[in-house]
């Protein structure tokens, strides 16, 4: 028996057509091997023109391995499989064939730009009218192959010959477009045909020139137009390459599309369609031309990541009739998307679609969207045929959909299908699953994984349904562990890296958010901030953990240093950050409504021990790196504001200054305590828990760190308590009261059953299901002890009445995963290491055990008061 070996993948990409790197590095997974079977070497093919070379290296790595041939060129395509070689040194039959094609990778390859309608428009107006833009061109005898690149200022969606080009929505995305703007690559060839063709965009405001924030929001933030880029390049079998490009040369005309906006919905008219309009052949006589406007670029990229796309799509479970008479549909799920009608009605008539995540007294509530209409509008032209008909430009999020002006028996047309929600996010690839014994553990579980795929939404946003939807760097710094066992987020969170060092101001502060709205008057100018400036170290820092890339370490580390040595001149010579406006730990439950911030933990302790924090990642970061010198001075650093926080929050019997859970939580988890004060902490900690009834008392920042501060020390009982309490507030309180997702305010919705009386009141916002990397790690014990899981720690922890728990990973070696039961007093536990990695079997009570890759079981007595457990 040999090993089996995967085919290539290059850097993060799932689709590796367009890729903006020249010189993609590569992964494998051995797939299968004989027991104590180690990689030695590897050979790498790669077809390039037509020609096969072979490069060997003896390495056991597989993971992010440099390209080793010359590097690709602009639109270049190539071939890669992998071989790989054991001790013995036989080779196992190469993997599959994987195909990397590079994008446009110099400023000088565009020719195209960006194009829109020339009629005269009110800037200051939300009801611009978006455009399509189109053009013919013919295609010679003898084409071989079609690439679109395309982008935006604003969003698109391209047409060919009438019909969609890729599946992709919101595109190009959020980036900081003066900056970064992405641009898509799509294989077209089978979409034209010999002779004419026709090519066109839908064109639509977005967050480019859309409205963004909250009081009212802010317009044109990065531009007044819309305007569509596109480059279709032709080769043909002669090798000769003709180019359509955006140019002076299209028209435009106004689009179906009345008004469309993220915060507010889509409004169409479907009498105003124009049949064929992106076919060839179409009278386009009566459209403007088009104004040619300037785009650098050099500032043109391609994405780190898969684009958003519909991923599934759900049948609403009932349809309601208020105690007004109103219409609602209820999908069962609270979700992000749109939702798609098919239906007939004579023309003219209009149906109104509105969404929100609750019901308050059985009625629709939308107060929580504060000025986000979150409203669409379809307008039937009166096809005797029937019409179909979703948003492009906009998503929601959503439970309910309340219906106005429906034609027919919408109790009868929604069973057969004429509504539909559309579930949107970026396409990640799911990597983490977790379940348990306990079904409502299980349940809060689905809760954290929803709210997740309705927050990545291009960039990781707060909450995807009222007049806000921004990338809070505080909620993932928080929430990195979690999204990167549950998602492979490392090409996403990449690219979102690089608009965060494009934001940083000169002086080192990270921007609350990222991409900043530079005309915001409450958060510009830029003020530094613990916990979310503190996203540049925590984040680079995490995706390297889990994903053992260097690459982000290297790409990211003069953020992360700038981050900290404005901390450092800020603390001068006290080595105290105890100045200067903080959120302190957000949303602590005990924070009056209107004011967040107030929590029980000291804000300036907070800061204090982010500084110190932030310090000790970065002396790691470059000790990764191999930069000595800057080991050894962020490290001295890190010493130096950790003496000082001891020196002024931790008195000599371990009680802190600030005498509240996230406080012990996060001298405890970031190793700032002497470790002869370290078990008094933990006791006082407990001590807490007991004290609060087991009801969580951590906002943002003590949330993703109580358990873990408790279990690490011995603590464990205490952990279960407060991950398995009922009662308000609490992670389970929020299942009781029939979530479906996490909440934002531990008590958005009162017992009673009415929403928090709090302006801030999401049913959707990812931050406090940070616990579920304590899930994984410590409930089930699965987490990497190396970067990128090369070495596997299965620890798992039974507790809180559990008698079962599992996690599976796929970790960048394959899948890991374990189980465990407990039966007549006994613990048994499967483990299976992936070819590539190492486990550690560690069982409470046991010592621990190194494996090689393959499946291993073991048991363990349980203590009496355990099994009884």
């Not at 565009?110 to 189109?134: F, H, K, M, T, Y």
């Not at 169409?268 to 992106?278: F, N, Q, V």
């Not at 200054?657 to 406080?663: G, I, L, P, W």
Request: aromatic content about 10%.
């Amino acid at each position: 028996m040999t090993a089996t070996v995967s085919a290539a993948r290059f850097e993060h990409h799932r689709d590796a057509l367009g890729v903006g790197e020249s010189r993609p590095r590569l992964s494998w997974v051995v797939e299968s091997a004989p027991a104590g079977w180690v990689q030695r070497a590897y050979r790498v093919e790669i077809e390039r023109g037509g020609s096969v070379r072979a490069f060997e290296v003896a390495s056991a790595e597989q993971v992010l391995v440099a390209w080793p041939d010359e590097s690709l060129v602009s639109r270049e395509s190539s071939r890669v499989r992998v071989s790989v070689a054991g001790a013995d040194g036989s080779w196992s039959a190469p993997g599959d064939w994987a195909r990397v094609e590079a994008g446009l990778l110099e400023p000088g390859d565009w020719v195209a730009g960006p194009i829109g309608a020339i009629r005269n428009e009110n800037p200051l107006r939300d009801d611009r009218r978006p455009s399509l833009v189109r053009r013919e061109f013919p295609v010679r005898p003898g084409l071989v192959r079609a690439r679109l690149y395309a982008t935006a200022h604003g969003l698109y969606q391209a047409e060919l010959n009438g019909s969609r080009v890729g599946d992709d929505l919101l595109s190009p995305g959020w980036t900081v477009y003066g900056k970064r703007l992405r641009y898509y690559t799509y294989d077209v060839t089978a979409q034209l045909s010999e002779g004419p063709n026709a090519i066109g965009a839908w064109l639509g405001d977005g967050w480019y020139r859309g409205r963004l924030g909250w009081r009212g929001g802010f317009r044109n933030v990065y531009g007044d137009d819309l305007s569509f880029l596109g480059q279709l390049e032709l080769s043909y079998a002669d090798g000769s390459r003709e180019v359509v490009a955006t140019d002076t040369s299209w028209r435009s005309a106004p689009s179906p599309i009345i008004a469309s906006g993220i915060y507010d919905g889509e409004d169409y008219d479907a009498r105003a369609e124009l049949p064929g309009w992106s076919r060839a052949g179409y009278d386009d006589t009566d459209w403007d031309r088009v104004q040619l406007r300037h785009r650098d670029p050099a500032t043109l990229v391609a994405p780190t990541a898969a684009p958003v796309r519909v991923t599934e799509e759900r049948a609403p479970l009932a349809v309601l009739t208020t105690p007004s008479g109103r219409r609602i549909l209820d999908f069962g799920q609270n979700l992000v998307g749109v939702v798609r009608l098919r239906a007939t009605a004579p023309a003219g008539t209009t149906v109104t679609l509105r969404t929100a995540e609750v019901l308050q007294d059985g009625e629709l509530y939308t107060r929580p969207l504060r000025n986000a209409r979150s409203t669409d509008h379809y307008t039937f032209a009166g096809r005797p045929e029937g019409e179909e008909w979703e948003p492009r430009f906009t998503f929601h999020g959503f439970r309910y959909v309340e219906v106005e002006g429906w034609a027919g028996d919408l109790d009868a047309d929604v069973t057969e299908g004429a509504l539909i929600a559309r579930i949107l996010h970026s396409d990640l690839e799911r990597t983490g699953w977790f379940s348990s014994s306990e079904p409502d553990l299980d349940r809060l579980h689905e809760n954290v994984v929803w709210g997740m795929r309705g927050n990545f939404v291009d960039l990781p946003t707060d909450c995807p349904q009222r007049d806000e939807r921004l990338g809070w760097t505080g909620d993932i710094q928080v929430f990195a562990p979690t999204a990167s066992f549950l998602f492979d987020v490392s090409g996403m969170l990449t690219g979102w890296l690089r608009d965060l060092s494009a934001e940083q101001l000169p002086d080192g502060t990270v921007p609350w958010y990222v991409p900043v709205i530079p005309a915001d008057t409450m958060w510009t100018p830029q003020r530094p901030g613990a916990a979310w400036g503190d996203a540049a170290t925590v984040v680079p820092w995490t995706l390297y953990q889990r994903f053992g890339d260097t690459g982000v370490l290297r790409a990211q580390f003069d953020s992360a240093r700038r981050w900290v040595d404005l901390q450092a001149d800020i603390a001068g010579p006290s080595r105290l950050w105890d100045t200067g406006f903080q959120l302190g730990d957000w949303l602590d439950p005990a924070a009056p409504p209107q004011d967040p911030a107030d929590a029980q933990t000291d804000r300036y302790l907070v800061a204090s021990a982010y500084f110190a924090h932030s310090a000790r990642l970065v002396a790691r970061m470059a000790g990764v790196l191999g930069d000595t010198e800057a080991e050894a001075s962020y490290t001295t650093l890190a010493d130096e504001a950790r003496d000082a926080f001891v020196g002024r929050y931790v008195g000599d019997d371990g009680r802190m200054a600030s005498d509240a859970q996230t406080a012990y939580a996060l001298a405890l988890r970031f190793e700032l305590l002497p470790a002869g004060l370290r078990a008094r902490a933990a006791d006082r900690l407990a001590e807490l828990v007991r004290a609060s009834g087991s009801r969580i008392a951590t906002g943002f920042v003590g949330t993703p760190l109580v358990t873990d501060a408790l279990s690490s020390e011995g603590r464990l009982d205490a952990a279960y308590d407060l991950l398995l309490e009922r009662e308000c507030p609490s992670w389970l309180y929020q299942v009781s009261m029939g979530a479906t997702t996490i909440w934002e305010r531990w008590d958005s919705m009162l017992p009673d059953g009415t929403v928090n009386p709090g302006s801030m009141t999401s049913f959707n916002h990812y931050a406090l299901g940070a616990v579920a990397d304590w899930l994984h790690r410590v409930v089930a014990g699965l987490a990497p002890e190396e970067a990128g899981y090369r070495v596997i720690r299965f620890a798992p922890r039974p507790g809180g009445g559990l008698t079962s728990a599992s996690a599976r990973h796929r970790t960048p070696y394959g899948e890991a995963s374990v189980s465990w039961h407990i039966v007549d007093g006994t613990l048994r536990v499967r483990v299976e290491v992936p070819v590539g990695a190492t486990g550690i079997i560690d069982l409470d009570g046991g010592e621990p055990e190194h494996v090689g890759h393959g499946v291993h079981e073991r048991e363990l007595a349980l203590a009496e008061a355990v099994s009884a457990a």
